[in-house]
C-alpha cells in the first residue's frame, strides 16, 4: 500500500513547529561537548494537502517547452560500451566483472531498484549476486554476509540497498565494507575524497555522477554557474553538492529547515531536485531558463496505471518544462543514469582487482 | 619581503580570461576516465590595483556601526577553562596534553602562526614539542618526523604547518598522522565524518569550529539562515560550509570562478570571508544586519607599524561596521579563536587516548 501521504499532492511551507519539535535551543546553542550527531535533524518536509495549490495538468506541451534531457538513451549508450568493455575483458583474461547485492526485507521501492539493477547487470554481462536477508536479521548477519563478499574473488562490486530498517546502525555496516568494493561510493573516506581538492575518491556516488553526466554530455555549462541542491542526504544531496563544487558550480543546499526555498531556487541556472516530495518543485521555484534535473522517484496512487501507481518526481514536471531549458523526465530521466553509473563503478572496480586496463 | 601584489588596495573582479588559462573546456566536458584532481584550479581571485575603488578611511566609527565580535576575549574564556582541565588531568594522572608542530621552512606567516600556538600551549599548560626542517628536506623526512610522533605518547595531536612547500604531497604526507593526533582534522576520513549526516569527526577542523563558536557564543541564529562562505579552501572554507550545514544553515559557497559573487554575498545572514584577499570584500557586498566573520589576515606594508606591516581582513573592516550588525576584527577576531579550537581539539585527543573523564 503507498501511505496516504505519498497520495497528496503536495506543497511545501516551513513551519516553525517543526523546527521546535525537531531541535530545541539549547540543543543548537551548546556545541561543547562537541556532538554533531545530536544536531542531526531528520529532514521532513511539511507538507499540506491543499487543492488550490494544485498545478492545473498540461496535457500537451506547448512549442517554447524545455528539451527533455533524456537519461534512458544517455544510459543505453554508456551501458553499450561498457558491454563492449566486459566483452573485451572477457576476451582477455576469460573474466568479468561481478556485482553483488545486499537485501534486507521487502521494501516495494528497493525490489524495484533491486531488479533494475539486477537487470542491468545482466544486460552488460556482469556476474551479479544477491544476499536477501528477512527484515528480522541482526547486523551481524548483513556484517557476515558483506564480508563474504569482501572475501569473494569474483564480486568486484559490493551494495548495501539502503534504506536498512530502522533498527540497524547504517555507518556501523557500512564501515565493514570493502573501500575497494564500495561502488556506491559512500564510505566517509570515500566522501571526504570527493571532498577535498587535490583528492580523488575511488569511486562518486551514482546518483551525483549520473547527474553530472547528464549535465556534460547535454552541453550545460557547470563552471561558474549557480546550482542549487534541494536536499542533503548523505546519498544524493551530499555527494552532488561535492562534485557540482569540484566542477566549479557555485553551489547552495537548500534543505526542510531553509527560509524561503524557493527565492533561492530561483536563482539556479541548475537545479537539482533530491528532497524525495512530489511535486515539490512548482513553475514558480524556477529561474527561466534553469536546467532542472529532477532526482525524485516518487510513486503516486494512480487507478488507470498497471500496477496501481506510477512514479512522479520532485518536479511538477508541467509547470517545469514551461520555464526551465531543460528538464529530465521521471522516470526516464536521472535514474537510468544512476544505474549506468553503478555499472560503470562496477566496470571501474574489476579492472582496478584485475590489473586490466 | 611583502610581495608587491600583497601592497595593493585590490578589487576583486572575474576575469573570463583567467577560466581559459586554468582550464580548457576539453579538460571541462570530458569526465571519462573520471578525474577530478585533472579538474582542480588554483582558486587565485584576480585582482586590479584601482584607487578609485579604494574605500574612504573612517577613523571613527559612527554609532550606528557593528557590533565587534570580539575573538580574543571568547578565546581567553576558551582557553582558561582548559587550563582548569590540564591542572585536573595534571593532579590526577599526573599526565599533560602534549602537542607536536611540524614546520617545514621558515615561511614569515608560519612562523608567526607557530609562535602564537607555542605560547598559546605554554598558557594553557601543554607540553609542546616542535620539529624545525629545512626547507630543502624530503618527503621522507617529513613522514619520518610524523612517524615519531606518531608513536610517542607524550604528544596527543600533530600538526603539519602548512602550506608545505610546492614540491611536497601535502596529501600524502597527511596519510601518514595518525587519524588520533589529527588535531587540525584534514584527515579525508574526517572531513567524511563531518560532512556524513549521522557521524561524528574525531576533530573538526579549528577556523570553521572557531567560526561557529563565535556564532553561538554572540547568540546569532544559524538554524535556516543563509549563509555564505568565500573561498573553498581545504583547510578553511570546505570544513566551514560543512559544519554551517550540519548547523542547518542554508549555505553556499562562493570562490573565484564564481559569476558574481557580490550578489551571492549580499543574500547572506551569515557571512565567512575566507579567500585569502584583502578588502575583497566591500560594504556593497553585504546585505544590511549581516554577521561577517572575517578569517583573512593579509599582511600588507605600514611604515608606521612596529615591524613595518601589518594585518588586514579579507573584509573592508570600516565599510563593514558600517552595514553589517556584527563584524570579527583582524586581528582579534578569528584568529585567537583558531588557536583556542587547536587547544580544545588537542585536549580532547589527550582525554580519549588517556581515558581521562
Not at 500500500?1 to 517543526?18: L, Y
Not at 566483452?87 to 521494501?107: F, H, N
Request: glycine share 6%; proline share 6%; aromatic share 4%.
Amino acid at each position: 500500500m503507498i501511505p496516504v501521504r505519498m497520495m497528496r499532492k503536495m506543497v511545501w511551507e516551513r513551519s516553525m513547529n517543526k523546527l521546535s519539535r525537531g531541535l530545541s535551543s539549547s540543543q543548537i546553542r551548546k556545541p561543547r561537548p562537541p556532538s554533531l550527531v545530536s544536531l542531526d535533524l531528520i529532514d521532513e518536509w511539511s507538507s499540506t494537502f491543499t487543492h488550490s495549490h494544485s498545478p492545473p495538468i498540461q496535457k500537451s506541451i506547448n512549442s517554447d517547452s524545455a528539451r527533455i534531457i533524456d537519461g534512458r538513451s544517455a544510459a543505453e549508450e554508456i551501458k553499450s560500451s561498457i558491454a563492449v568493455e566486459v566483452s573485451r575483458m572477457k576476451e582477455s583474461i576469460g573474466k568479468v566483472p561481478g556485482l553483488a547485492v545486499i537485501m534486507v526485507g521487502q521494501r516495494r521501492d528497493s525490489l524495484a531498484y533491486v531488479r533494475n539493477k539486477i537487470m542491468a547487470s545482466h544486460e552488460v554481462g556482469f556476474r551479479f549476486s544477491i544476499a536477501e536477508l528477512p527484515e528480522s536479521c541482526t547486523e551481524d548477519d548483513v556484517c557476515d554476509a558483506l564480508s563474504n563478499y569482501n572475501k569473494d574473488a569474483s564480486i568486484h562490486g559490493i551494495l548495501v540497498q539502503l534504506p536498512l530498517p530502522q533498527h540497524f546502525d547504517e555507518g556501523k555496516i557500512l564501515n565493514v565494507l570493502s573501500l575497494e568494493k564500495d561502488v556506491d561510493g559512500f564510505h566517509p573516506l570515500n566522501i571526504g575524497n570527493l571532498a577535498i581538492q587535490g583528492r580523488e575518491p575511488l569511486f562518486i556516488p551514482c546518483t551525483a555522477k549520473g547527474c553530472i553526466e547528464l549535465l556534460l554530455s547535454s552541453d550545460v555549462e557547470i563552471v561558474g554557474k549557480r546550482a542549487v541542491v534541494i536536499g542533503r542526504s548523505n546519498i544524493v544531496g551530499l555527494p552532488t553538492f561535492l562534485l557540482l563544487q569540484r566542477h566549479h558550480a557555485t553551489v547552495s543546499i537548500v534543505h526542510a529547515y531553509s527560509e524561503n526555498p524557493e527565492i533561492i531556487t530561483r536563482e539556479a541556472d541548475i537545479l537539482v531536485a533530491a528532497a524525495g516530495v512530489p511535486n515539490l518543485v512548482r513553475g514558480s521555484w524556477l529561474k527561466p531558463g534553469a536546467v532542472v534535473l529532477d532526482v525524485g522517484i516518487n510513486p503516486i496512487e494512480d487507478p488507470e496505471s498497471e500496477h496501481g501507481y506510477r512514479l512522479i518526481g520532485d518536479v511538477c514536471f508541467e509547470e517545469a518544462v514551461r520555464i526551465a531549458s531543460a528538464v529530465t523526465p521521471v522516470p526516464g530521466g536521472v535514474g537510468p543514469m544512476t544505474v549506468a553509473m553503478l555499472l560503470l563503478n562496477t566496470l571501474e572496480a574489476a579492472k582496478r582487482a584485475l590489473c586490466f586496463t
